[in-house]
């Protein structure tokens, strides 16, 4: 028999060999979350307030899940967090573990042997079975390469840390572990809708076209049924029209443009990155339609888009495909544990009691640090399309206060926006004031192919060039985990409710009460994600938040039932008059620069 495990104890042990304490709000976490992985089938969802140290929890929790005989998985939103923040800390405590990364995350040393040492796309280098080059392929068999020996590594290893789209894109390789734990877990949700909903879009039809004559006459057979689908003026697409006339075309080509793709690379010709995703955007799409009943169809933006009726974590389609492994949800921001689990794919898995901490220590030890202003009489920022001038003169007010108070600051400040009508809006207003034109900097990445990594590396690198006055939206996957250095005021200008894409409607989940749906648990998110921005690091000691919607105020008593303690303390939070605001901020920084608390 098992001798029984005191997860805390094993985690205090060690946080004390390395000079730290563990907290309260990590013994609340660690025992339930231990307990509730000792069962398949179950999701335990485990909600902290940043800062209170939940990565050590999940590596103290994973040492004993190790010590128990266990294999665990453990997935991030990107790889410089999986390096430098769950790497670490899983070392910390002495957790030995394997990294399984994508070719993205490849040096220019760990290029292919068969391609003279250049870095492979994941065309030719390829996990698919009956591929011709790959890890698993015949001829590469006997071949020395990075991604052979990683892989290698991580099918030993008890322990293996990768990335979100890493297990998305290849969900085979979820039966290899008995535990599965998505740290950061709020990013899962978008990446893992982005995956699977279905895009065939004519763009990427068209790249195709160009590049293989050959099968001009099938490419212009599906521009034309796509072109069709724009004549008609109507949103839902019958399922057959897409099989017979999208899909079924190009399934039938799809394996030649591959071999063909691969051949140029093995060649030297390889192609750019956006001939490579157009690729893989229409492989995903022809290959990922097994029951055409499960999905609805519609045409939007020149593109055919399959709609799954559930989107769920594959392979956990039903109730049976569960009882395999256990999962574990960890983040900073959650509205609703059974909400995260069915939005994160796992809407068959068995909730386990989940915890979410309310700590009184944070609230007094970091978040007085972080006062958050909002404004009684702001502007109402609700887009009324009945009535649009007085949204504009809103803008207009919007803008000002925005000019009037940014200047204030000489640290990195972010400015988050609804959408990117408003961004260029507030953009336009500020590049006339002098003093910060040359700060500004619109960062814009909603249709972007990037990487978190990558993302965080161009912000990062905008900052130490002085352009750290950021103007971004809430679309942007800046949210998703990015570290922006040095970042000290967040500027909220209208709550990020999310428009719902009329498309959205197709998706069974998508609507509700109001404080259930999607657009206020959106708003929600992004809001405490926000703040999240100011309390990366401890070398980010102190922020402001200023919520310019006065909605903000005017909805303040249903936002203030789903926020987190750390959102609403009294101690915290202060509503102020447009004419006060300049003042209080100009106070609170002077305090907080001298170290003085609280601010406010």
């Not at 492989?283 to 888009?305: I, P």
């Not at 068959?348 to 030890?365: C, G």
Request: proline share 5%; charged share 25%; net charge positive.
């Amino acid at each position: 028999m098992n001798q029984p495990i005191d997860v805390v104890e094993i985690t205090r042990i060690d946080l004390e060999r390395l000079g730290k304490t563990i907290y309260p709000e990590q013994k609340e976490m660690i025992t339930p979350m231990f307990e509730a992985l000792q069962k398949k089938g179950i999701v335990f969802v485990g909600q902290g307030p940043p800062g209170m140290g939940k990565t050590y929890v999940v590596a103290g929790v994973t040492k004993a899940l190790v010590q128990q005989g266990k294999r665990v998985c453990i997935a991030v939103p990107s790889y410089a967090h999986l390096k430098d923040v769950m790497g670490k800390h899983l070392s910390d405590l002495g957790v030995e573990y394997a990294t399984m990364r994508g070719l993205s995350a490849l040096t220019e040393n760990e290029g292919c042997p068969l391609l003279k040492g250049k870095l492979p796309t994941p065309i030719f280098c390829s996990d698919m079975k009956g591929a011709s080059t790959g890890p698993m392929a015949d001829k590469c068999k006997t071949i020395e390469c990075a991604v052979r020996r990683e892989q290698k590594r991580a099918s030993e290893a008890k322990v293996v840390l990768t990335v979100f789209h890493k297990l998305i894109y290849k969900p085979s390789l979820l039966k290899d572990f008995d535990v599965i734990i998505f740290d950061e877990s709020h990013g899962l949700e978008t990446a893992l809708r982005n995956a699977r909903i279905i895009k065939v879009r004519r763009s990427d039809v068209l790249k195709m076209s160009d590049l293989f004559p050959q099968h001009k006459n099938v490419f212009d057979k599906v521009i034309a049924s796509l072109d069709r689908l724009a004549s008609r003026h109507k949103e839902e697409v019958p399922a057959t029209f897409v099989e017979r006339q999208v899909i079924e075309p190009l399934k039938g080509i799809i394996g030649d443009i591959q071999e063909n793709m691969r051949r140029l690379e093995e060649a030297g010709k390889s192609g750019d990155e956006d001939l490579v995703n157009a690729y893989y955007s229409l492989y995903w799409s022809v290959n990922s339609l097994e029951r055409l009943d499960q999905h609805r169809f519609v045409y939007h933006n020149e593109a055919v888009l399959g709609i799954p009726l559930r989107i769920t974590f594959k392979p956990f389609q039903n109730m049976s495909s569960t009882r395999e492994n256990s999962i574990a949800l960890i983040s900073a921001t959650i509205e609703s544990p059974r909400f995260h689990a069915n939005d994160s794919g796992f809407q068959f898995h068995t909730i386990a009691p989940p915890i979410q901490i309310e700590s009184s220590r944070l609230v007094e030890t970091r978040y007085r640090k972080r006062p958050i202003f909002g404004l009684i009489d702001g502007p109402i920022l609700k887009k009324d399309l009945s009535d649009m001038p007085t949204y504009f003169l809103a803008r207009e007010e919007a803008n000002y206060i925005i000019g009037s108070i940014v200047p204030l600051f000489k640290y990195p400040a972010l400015i988050l926006c609804r959408n990117g009508e408003d961004a260029n809006s507030i953009a336009t207003h500020l590049i006339n004031i002098r003093e910060i034109k040359d700060r500004l900097y619109i960062f814009e990445d909603e249709d972007t192919k990037l990487e978190l990594d990558a993302i965080e590396t161009k912000l990062n690198n905008m900052i130490e060039n002085g352009r750290n006055i950021i103007v971004t939206t809430a679309a942007s996957r800046l949210w998703e985990g990015a570290n922006v250095r040095g970042l000290r005021f967040l500027v909220i200008d209208a709550l990020p409710y999310a428009s719902p894409q009329s498309y959205e409607k197709f998706e069974t989940t998508a609507w509700g009460t109001w404080r259930t749906s999607k657009t206020f648990r959106f708003m929600i998110r992004k809001l405490q994600q926000g703040v999240g921005r100011l309390i990366r690091t401890d070398k980010d000691p102190w922020g402001l938040v200023t919520v310019v919607d006065g909605r903000f105020n005017a909805q303040w008593g249903t936002i203030r039932s789903v926020l987190p303690s750390y959102l609403k303390d009294p101690r915290i939070l202060k509503f102020v008059t447009r004419k006060k605001l300049k003042d209080e901020l100009t106070a609170a920084i002077s305090k907080l620069e001298k170290g003085e608390f609280p601010a406010i």
